[in-house]
């Protein structure tokens, strides 16, 4: 069984709910795998984190979602893409809208010239923000929170290192929700 693992790194500029900091880092994990049947990739599961690492244990809500779980965007392409909703806000992500319980959630933009690669073949690592922001942000270098391109020294949020660390590894730390 063939099965390969696309992360989608979410950088948001603050976090803006209750607790607010400077810098949200979210991540989607989807793993697919290759179903000869069909003879296409198909979602098998998929890491949402939900205020992943939050010392205050009730806040953090990541898991992996399997896929009957989650609602997909056309029915008849069952398993292809799931639909993921992420909470206004606070950026946390859900497969499913009443699992994002405050009901407010909030489209987000893949932005496809932003493909950071893969362990071994590292596109960007040091990037600056695709809207203007003034900070430096790391991806594959531990370089301390990430702090949403704000730069300056206020409390950020887990840097994607930790993300890209644990999700390299093969069986993954992320599989059991601990770095």
């Known amino acids: 069984l063939d099965v ?15 607790f607010s900091h400077d810098g949200d ?65 606070k950026h946390a992500n859900y497969g499913s809208k009443s699992a994002c319980n405050s009901g407010a959630c909030e489209r987000v933009e893949v932005v496809r010239s932003r493909n950071i690669g893969e362990r071994n073949h590292k596109l960007i690592d040091r990037t600056t923000s695709v809207q203007g922001f003034p900070g430096t942000e790391w991806f594959w270098t531990n370089n301390g ?17 930790y993300f890209l660390s644990a999700f390299m590894s093969w069986p993954s730390t992320i599989d059991s929700n601990v770095f």
């Open 145 to 161: 929170d990430f702090r949403g391109w704000l730069g300056g020294t206020n409390e950020g949020s887990t840097a994607y290192y």
């Open 25 to 89: 880092s979210e991540i989607i994990i989807l793993e697919v795998a290759y179903d000869s049947y069909d003879n296409r990739w198909k979602t098998s599961r998929a890491f949402l984190s939900a205020h992943y690492g939050v010392a205050n244990p009730p806040a953090d809500k990541s898991r992996w979602w399997w896929y009957p779980e989650f609602a997909y965007p056309n029915p008849s392409h069952f398993k292809w893409y799931p639909r993921v909703w992420v909470a206004d806000d």
């Open 4 to 18: 390969v693992r696309i992360a989608y790194i979410l950088g948001y500029h603050r976090d803006t709910g209750l």
